[in-house]
């Protein structure tokens, strides 16, 4: 069976660590990170980079655009 | 620029399913973090983007949070004095009726000051779309209340909650709109959830469609979060959303076009 990967690029400078990607990845793939940006936010990124499915979730829920979303079937 | 990326192999732009669109500028948003306002200005981005309106598309911006809109999407901007985004974009589609003329305005400015207009233009049935985002206090000011505010809630003018004796009720701008005789579409909708974007760019996407009918005025209120002034982290702030604002304000269509 063709099982689907995704992969998700963060633009860190321009996340603001408000969780919401978070919370709504059905997967647990994004964690918010210990260290800060430029800002000073903890900033999203893809801790479990294996789970991700390319749903796009993370990314229509992101008020500031700064998740872009990539998938393929392997 | 900076990023963080996950697996790399999967990176290549053939495999590309969701990336910001080329009508929002490169501008950070000014926006508190969790903010709904900046995913509904990406949706407004996306439709435009798609419909080919980039060229067509006229916005007025309001005063409030919203009041830099003009820096973050790539078209055609009028801003307007508080509350009279309705009657300037009156002027713009009827003196370029070709043109696509859209409202963005948050509840201190459509529901509070700008109440005479909104209804006047709703009224007149002028062929604009009106985006109302309510997030039922004054954001930008502190977190006042606004004619929006929920019974009990509390804002920093209202420290003991909301009292409907002395403040009054709530203002459920939609439901008015809804039955005025010249507006076509009004629609409820939030943007906290995945699912909830989605039905939220149907209904913006039907609003652009129908102002090409030239049939009346369509509103778009979208039922937003503002984690600031409501002094909660931004999860929490759209958990309470759903839990007290969306009993009052429900979602879902208001008046939909008679086939």
Not at chain 1, 5 to 32: F, H, L, Q
Not at chain 2, 46 to 59: F, P, T, Y
Not at chain 2, 155 to 179: E, F, H, I, Q
């Amino acid at each position: 069976m063709a099982k689907i990967r995704g992969s998700i690029v963060v633009d860190v400078e321009k996340c603001k660590g408000c969780e919401v990607c978070m919370v709504t990845c059905p997967t647990g793939t994004i964690a918010m990170a210990k260290e800060v940006n430029g800002k000073g936010y903890n900033y999203a990124f893809p801790a479990n980079p294996e789970l991700c499915i390319g749903c796009a979730n993370c990314a229509m829920v992101c008020p500031d655009g700064v998740i872009t979303v990539y998938k393929t079937k392997i | 620029m900076t990023q963080y990326t996950g697996i790399k192999e999967i990176i290549k732009p053939e495999n590309l399913v969701y990336k910001k669109t080329d009508i929002m500028t490169e501008n950070t948003l000014s926006y508190c973090p969790g903010c709904g306002h900046g995913t509904a200005h990406r949706l407004i981005a996306e439709v435009i983007s798609e419909e080919g309106l980039q060229s067509e598309a006229i916005g007025v911006s309001p005063v409030g949070c919203s009041v830099f809109m003009y820096n973050y999407l790539n078209i055609d901007w009028q801003e307007a004095a508080h509350g009279r985004a309705p009657a300037v974009a009156t002027a713009i589609k009827r003196l370029l009726p070709e043109k696509f003329v859209f409202t963005y305005q948050g509840d201190g400015d459509l529901a509070a000051i700008g109440t005479a207009e909104t209804i006047h233009a709703c009224n007149r049935g002028e062929n604009i779309m009106i985006i109302f985002i309510n997030n039922g206090i004054y954001g930008m000011t502190g977190g006042q209340m606004a004619p929006t505010t929920l019974p009990g809630m509390k804002s920093s003018t209202s420290p003991y909650g909301r009292d409907v004796k002395t403040m009054g009720n709530p203002l459920k701008m939609a439901d008015l709109v809804a039955t005025l005789q010249g507006s076509y579409y009004v629609t409820r909708q939030s943007v906290h959830t995945a699912a909830n974007v989605k039905k939220t760019k149907k209904a913006i996407r039907k609003a652009v469609l129908y102002q090409k009918l030239n049939k009346g005025t369509c509103m778009v209120e979208i039922v937003s979060n503002c984690p600031s002034g409501w002094k909660m982290t931004p999860v929490q702030s759209n958990k309470w959303m759903e839990e007290n604002m969306f009993p009052y304000y429900p979602l879902g269509d208001l008046k939909t076009p008679k086939e």
